[in-house]
């Protein structure tokens, strides 16, 4: 009878463990970069503005917060996610759809720069105005809400 008891808890035991490897591999981890960096746009007329690149560790969206405007009338701006191989690199692409930001507006950006096979994201945006105004806030290349 002790016999069988000991290879019954090895057998619950084996299962147990296989559950929570399943488990654990299951679990998607997000945003090692989720820090939130500054960003200000300063436009004058149809001018493009971007953001310092970041680095993108996951597929995760990245967000932006616009929290500042400053100009005559609040028109917005539309927003785009870029994607880079590395810091230095000219291969910017658009993979995203656009975002229309105005003042007091935060978005999750759903994009697709690491499926892509690119390290470094940056927000490039264009006013929706004609006006000289400026945005700033804050943004970040991925984030820990599981967006």
Do not use: Q
């Not at 591999?25 to 997000?30: E, H, L, S």
């Not at 229309?100 to 929706?128: D, L, Q």
């Amino acid at each position: 009878m002790h016999r069988k008891s000991v290879f019954g808890k090895i057998i619950v035991g084996v299962f147990v463990g296989m559950f929570l490897f399943a488990e654990v591999k299951m679990i998607k981890t997000y945003a090692v970069n989720n820090d939130d960096y500054p960003y200000e746009f300063n436009f004058e007329g149809n001018n493009t503005e971007e953001t310092a690149r970041k680095h993108k560790d996951d597929e995760s969206a990245a967000w932006m917060s616009c929290t500042y405007f400053d100009g005559y009338e609040d028109d917005g701006y539309d927003a785009y996610i870029y994607g880079y191989v590395d810091y230095y690199s000219d291969d910017g692409e658009c993979y995203s759809g656009r975002h229309r930001f105005y003042k007091e507006t935060t978005k999750y950006m759903k994009n697709w720069v690491k499926e892509s096979e690119k390290n470094y994201a940056t927000i490039k945006a264009t006013p929706c105005g004609r006006d000289a105004v400026s945005y700033g806030g804050f943004w970040c290349p991925d984030n820990a809400s599981g967006h």
